[in-house]
């Protein structure tokens, strides 16, 4: 390929940017998008706090300055500004990255290097539009979630190591400047891994593409030991340095803040994400932060719909033409096609089969929420392939320049352009839908419709990300409704507010599930009002929210928890709802598919309430809003089946009342008497809940659980009776017999 002017690849490229900068603006979420983490990144990074493991230092740190641009719109929308500047600049490196493959193919080829000099720039501009606009990638421009930050560093790296490969492969001698390129390429790979933890995906091709340059052509030689010394320690220290400032927006101790210990030990455990690894006991399933177990079964599952989701994100002709690619380039130039298949399919098909694909049953409404989860993970592969669809088109062209008659080839730059302009203003068409997020004010109006109603200083209590990030959101950074006490499930997340507010728990250092039925019974305890948004099934049974002791009752987009259901209940309306049902949204959203189930799934539970309490007309109303949300769910197709000649739950009728907890004591103590000792504990700690502070109920619950020699919880126990009887000598020796 004959020699272009620099300035003419400068400009294609700065109108790439512009155009994909554009479109990313107009369709940028103006909200809080709710999508995954995104509002807990944007609050997170307003306040200048540490965000979940592994903290994401940079990423806070560039949304606090999006936050404060001097432009009209709400933080939320100059958060998702980010993005937008983020993913442009990627498809930018993208483009660069293709004209030099392009160079290092046509270098050794004579048939290529005849080929009209514009048609790299070309097809480096088709293939970055087609990224561009492919459906995941564009729908995240628009979202502060953290996968466009290491887009971004992936493109970047991959750039400036091909920059740096072009210069190695070029001089036979040590090249003026390409030592910079090399030292630039070792600083992006410890500063990428200092964000998405993913990033690691590409090391293993940029790995190949370095030690191939540094023997093939003679590099170790010519650098030396020190010279090579010296990006291994730049490396580290990139890696190092952005995560030391955990320590000081681990310090600030903002109300939403990610706690860990101000430690090395504290600060290593969140960077690793130690707390991701444990037993989770809503789902009985022990788990590692990053290594699950070996299941060939389920990669074998996961392959085709891989393919399956390329071909929604990026068409079919996006899909053959990297495929095609990855396919060509091994019949031209083998070490190019080692750094470049590796590069794709780690990053790419080997994390998303790694993951696999959650199954889909007709009584299960998570399949779509945990695909739209899972999803994120493969933007940093999906950024990869518009290189294989770049060398795709490359190499059609170069196949159909050997076989073209020669007195057409000169319609080949003009053909290729109208084709380009076909293609990607398809791929515009066919995902716009799925990128357009400027209308999305889902998460925003559904935390008005949470708050607003509540009474004062209530407190309530989230489970679910979507429901949590967005409250926190609404209260943190637009100033809603502050005076309701929010908690979340995750003890973490606010550690730092719960600290400042101790009033709202009886008991401390206590996890899961323990912490949640502490918040709940102390302050019921206390005579406060609490509300909860979700009503997942662990935690109904495990707090007895059934009427065993508590009992839940509609409340709008809440749920009230109470010892007494009153006498009567009012009806309610669910826009939110209504307007969930208005969005034009794409199957393909899983993420916004699961905001269908997920308040499928609300209005379900809130119809079989109703239902218990004989309330049929609030009963179908909210069933109906279910159904039209999710038309096959198994629940809620019962329910209404049902419905009809159901009479009500007889032990959950208006006006009934809580059992005391000296019933429950009462009850504990006789299956105590018949040795039944798990049905005991159980019933005793309905007691503790009732009456926290309650010594004779909590003792014999650490009684029983020294017998069992669950040595740690017992100790929590005792330990929470002294802190209420802080003078109790009997208590004071059994936790000085307990084995240590």
Same mark, same amino acid.
């Given at each position: 390929?004959?020699?272009?002017?620099?300035?003419?690849?400068?400009?294609?490229?700065?109108?790439?940017?512009?155009?994909?900068?554009?479109?990313?603006?107009?369709?940028?979420?103006?909200?809080?998008?709710?999508?995954?983490?995104?509002?807990?990144?944007?609050?997170?990074?307003?306040?200048?706090?540490?965000?979940?493991?592994?903290?994401?230092?940079?990423?806070?740190?560039?949304?606090?300055?999006?936050?404060?641009?001097?432009?009209?719109?709400?933080?939320?929308?100059?958060?998702?500004?980010?993005?937008?500047?983020?993913?442009?600049?990627?498809?930018?490196?993208?483009?660069?990255? #293709? !004209?030099? /493959?392009?160079?290092?193919?046509? +270098?050794? @080829?004579?048939?290529?290097?005849?080929?009209?000099?514009? %048609?790299? &720039?070309?097809?480096?501009?088709?293939?970055?539009?087609?990224?561009?606009?492919?459906?995941?990638?564009?729908?995240?421009?628009?979202?502060?979630?953290?996968?466009?930050?290491?887009?971004?560093?992936?493109?970047?790296?991959?750039?400036?190591?091909?920059?740096?490969?072009?210069?190695?492969?070029?001089?036979?001698?040590?090249?003026?400047?390409?030592?910079?390129?090399?030292?630039?390429?070792?600083?992006?790979?410890?500063?990428?891994?200092?964000?998405?933890?993913?990033?690691?995906?590409?090391?293993?091709?940029? #790995? !190949?593409? /370095?030690?191939?340059?540094?023997? +093939?052509? @003679?590099?170790?030689?010519?650098?030396?030991?020190?010279? %090579?010394? &010296?990006?291994?320690?730049?490396?580290?220290?990139?890696?190092?340095?952005?995560?030391?400032?955990?320590?000081?927006?681990?310090?600030?101790?903002?109300?939403?803040?990610?706690?860990?210990?101000?430690?090395?030990?504290?600060?290593?455990?969140?960077?690793?994400?130690?707390?991701?690894?444990?037993?989770?006991?809503?789902?009985?399933?022990?788990?590692?932060?990053?290594?699950?177990?070996?299941?060939?079964?389920?990669?074998?599952?996961?392959?085709?719909?891989?393919?399956?989701?390329?071909?929604?994100?990026?068409?079919?002709?996006?899909?053959?033409?990297?495929?095609?690619?990855?396919?060509?380039?091994?019949?031209?130039?083998?070490?190019?096609?080692? &750094?470049?298949?590796?590069?794709?399919?780690?990053?790419?098909?080997?994390?998303?089969?790694?993951?696999?694909?959650?199954?889909?049953?007709?009584?299960?409404?998570?399949?779509?929420?945990?695909?739209?989860?899972?999803?994120?993970?493969?933007?940093?592969?999906?950024?990869?392939?518009?290189?294989?669809?770049?060398?795709?088109?490359?190499?059609?062209?170069?196949?159909?320049?050997?076989?073209?008659?020669?007195?057409?080839?000169?319609?080949?730059?003009?053909?290729?352009?109208?084709?380009?302009?076909?293609?990607?203003?398809?791929?515009?068409?066919?995902?716009?839908?799925?990128?357009?997020?400027?209308?999305?004010?889902?998460?925003?109006?559904?935390?008005?419709?949470?708050?607003?109603?509540?009474?004062?200083?209530?407190?309530?209590?989230?489970?679910?990300?979507?429901?949590?990030?967005?409250?926190?959101?609404?209260?943190?950074?637009?100033?809603?409704?502050?005076?309701?006490?929010?908690?979340?499930?995750?003890?973490?997340?606010?550690?730092?507010?719960?600290?400042?507010?101790?009033?709202?728990?009886?008991?401390?250092?206590?996890?899961?599930?323990?912490?949640?039925?502490?918040?709940?019974?102390?302050?019921?305890?206390?005579?406060?009002?609490?509300?909860?948004?979700?009503?997942?099934?662990?935690?109904?049974?495990?707090?007895?929210?059934?009427?065993?002791?508590?009992?839940?009752?509609?409340?709008?987009?809440?749920?009230?928890?109470?010892?007494?259901?009153?006498?009567?209940?009012?009806?309610?309306?669910?826009?939110?709802?209504?307007?969930?049902?208005?969005?034009?949204?794409?199957?393909?959203?899983?993420?916004?598919?699961?905001?269908?189930?997920?308040?499928?799934?609300?209005?379900?539970?809130?119809?079989?309430?109703?239902?218990?309490?004989?309330?049929?007309?609030?009963?179908?109303?909210?069933?109906?809003?279910?159904?039209?949300?999710?038309?096959?769910?198994?629940?809620?197709?019962?329910?209404?089946?049902?419905?009809?000649?159901?009479?009500?739950?007889?032990?959950?009728?208006?006006?009934?009342?809580?059992?005391?907890?000296?019933?429950?004591?009462?009850?504990?103590?006789?299956?105590?008497?018949?040795?039944?000792?798990?049905?005991?504990?159980?019933?005793?700690?309905?007691?503790?809940?009732?009456?926290?502070?309650?010594?004779?109920?909590?003792?014999?619950?650490?009684?029983?659980?020294?017998?069992?020699?669950?040595?740690?919880?017992?100790?929590?126990?005792?330990?929470?009776?002294?802190?209420?009887?802080?003078?109790?000598?009997?208590?004071?020796?059994?936790?000085?017999?307990?084995?240590?």
């Amino acid at each position: 390929m004959n020699q272009t002017k620099p300035s003419l690849v400068l400009k294609v490229g700065l109108c790439i940017l512009i155009i994909t900068l554009g479109v990313y603006i107009f369709s940028a979420c103006r909200h809080n998008p709710g999508y995954a983490d995104s509002d807990e990144m944007i609050t997170i990074g307003y306040l200048l706090g540490a965000a979940h493991p592994s903290g994401y230092p940079l990423q806070i740190w560039l949304t606090k300055l999006f936050t404060m641009l001097p432009i009209p719109g709400t933080i939320a929308f100059r958060a998702n500004l980010m993005n937008s500047v983020l993913h442009s600049l990627t498809v930018f490196f993208i483009y660069l990255s #293709g !004209i030099l /493959l392009i160079k290092l193919f046509t +270098k050794n @080829s004579e048939k290529e290097k005849n080929l009209d000099s514009h %048609l790299g &720039i070309i097809i480096s501009a088709i293939g970055a539009l087609l990224l561009a606009f492919s459906g995941l990638f564009w729908m995240y421009s628009g979202v502060a979630e953290v996968n466009a930050l290491n887009d971004f560093f992936a493109a970047l790296t991959i750039l400036v190591s091909l920059r740096w490969y072009l210069l190695v492969s070029t001089h036979q001698q040590y090249g003026k400047g390409e030592y910079k390129w090399f030292i630039l390429t070792w600083c992006l790979a410890g500063l990428g891994m200092t964000h998405v933890h993913t990033y690691i995906l590409l090391y293993p091709g940029l #790995g !190949i593409m /370095l030690l191939y340059g540094l023997i +093939k052509y @003679s590099r170790f030689k010519l650098y030396g030991w020190v010279r %090579l010394l &010296i990006p291994l320690i730049l490396f580290v220290s990139c890696f190092i340095i952005p995560n030391l400032t955990l320590f000081y927006l681990n310090g600030k101790q903002e109300n939403v803040s990610w706690y860990f210990e101000q430690s090395i030990n504290g600060w290593y455990g969140h960077l690793i994400r130690k707390v991701y690894s444990g037993y989770i006991p809503e789902k009985d399933l022990h788990v590692n932060s990053y290594i699950a177990k070996i299941d060939f079964e389920r990669y074998v599952k996961a392959f085709p719909f891989y393919w399956e989701f390329m071909v929604e994100h990026f068409s079919i002709f996006g899909v053959l033409f990297g495929l095609f690619g990855m396919c060509w380039i091994w019949l031209k130039r083998k070490d190019l096609a080692l &750094i470049l298949s590796t590069l794709v399919f780690v990053s790419g098909l080997f994390i998303a089969v790694y993951m696999g694909v959650p199954d889909k049953t007709a009584a299960s409404l998570e399949y779509r929420s945990l695909i739209g989860i899972s999803q994120r993970q493969y933007l940093i592969g999906e950024t990869v392939w518009g290189l294989a669809i770049i060398i795709g088109i490359w190499g059609a062209i170069s196949m159909l320049n050997e076989y073209i008659h020669k007195n057409y080839k000169r319609y080949l730059k003009s053909s290729l352009i109208i084709l380009g302009l076909i293609l990607v203003l398809y791929q515009f068409s066919y995902n716009f839908k799925m990128g357009y997020e400027a209308n999305n004010t889902h998460a925003w109006d559904y935390a008005q419709a949470v708050l607003k109603p509540l009474p004062k200083d209530a407190v309530l209590m989230c489970f679910a990300d979507f429901s949590c990030f967005s409250l926190m959101y609404a209260q943190e950074v637009e100033g809603l409704r502050t005076d309701v006490k929010l908690v979340s499930k995750n003890l973490y997340i606010k550690g730092y507010w719960l600290r400042k507010n101790p009033e709202l728990r009886g008991l401390e250092d206590t996890d899961n599930p323990y912490f949640s039925a502490d918040i709940v019974s102390w302050n019921l305890f206390n005579k406060h009002r609490v509300f909860t948004t979700d009503s997942v099934g662990y935690y109904v049974s495990y707090i007895g929210l059934e009427g065993n002791p508590f009992f839940i009752i509609p409340n709008g987009y809440t749920f009230e928890i109470v010892k007494k259901i009153p006498d009567q209940i009012p009806s309610f309306d669910y826009p939110v709802t209504e307007k969930l049902l208005t969005y034009n949204r794409p199957a393909k959203d899983y993420w916004f598919a699961g905001q269908r189930d997920y308040f499928s799934n609300y209005h379900t539970i809130n119809s079989l309430v109703y239902s218990y309490l004989g309330l049929k007309t609030d009963a179908m109303k909210t069933l109906k809003l279910a159904l039209a949300l999710t038309p096959d769910y198994q629940s809620a197709l019962g329910i209404y089946q049902d419905l009809p000649g159901y009479t009500g739950n007889p032990n959950y009728r208006l006006g009934q009342e809580s059992s005391p907890s000296a019933y429950y004591l009462e009850q504990g103590k006789l299956l105590l008497n018949d040795k039944q000792y798990d049905p005991a504990y159980k019933v005793l700690q309905k007691a503790t809940f009732l009456d926290p502070t309650d010594i004779e109920s909590r003792s014999l619950m650490a009684d029983l659980l020294t017998i069992g020699k669950y040595y740690t919880a017992a100790r929590m126990e005792y330990k929470n009776i002294l802190r209420f009887h802080p003078d109790n000598a009997d208590i004071k020796n059994k936790l000085d017999l307990l084995p240590k």
